[in-house]
């Protein structure tokens, strides 16, 4: 069983930055594959990024050049780094955790990007 909590969400301008984290219990972190997902209002989930458990990572074409995921295993703890914000990147962002056929999924933490 591996339990997920996120934070760093919030309110920010057009334009502005955000770090998410999502710590993970558990030992066996550095084996699950690390995922960052969110869904706006009205909209199904949609993928964000993704980091394995040797680091290759993978982004959707939205964010990509402007997120970066990245993994602490010391801390079990993987991170969003969301710069050049904009208002469509408004939704809950959530964390995922996945080996083999488990899937762990966090509450999520809500992002607002407003003026």
């Known amino acids: 069983q591996v339990q997920l909590v996120e934070s760093g969400g919030g309110l920010v301008q057009p334009g502005g930055s955000l770090r998410l984290s999502c710590a993970a219990s558990g030992r066996t972190f550095n084996s699950y594959a690390m995922g960052w997902f969110r869904q706006a209002p009205g909209k199904e989930r949609e993928f964000v990024a993704r980091?394995?458990?040797?680091?290759?990572?993978n982004y959707a074409d939205s964010v990509k050049g402007r997120f970066t995921i990245s993994r602490d295993n010391a801390k079990n703890t993987v991170y969003l780094q969301m710069n050049s914000l904009k208002p469509e990147d408004t939704a809950v962002y959530s964390c995922?955790?996945?080996?083999?056929?488990?899937?762990?999924w966090g509450q999520g933490t809500q992002v607002n990007v407003s003026s």
């Open positions: 995922n955790a996945a080996l083999g056929i488990q899937s762990y």
């Open positions: 980091i394995t458990s040797v680091a290759s990572t």
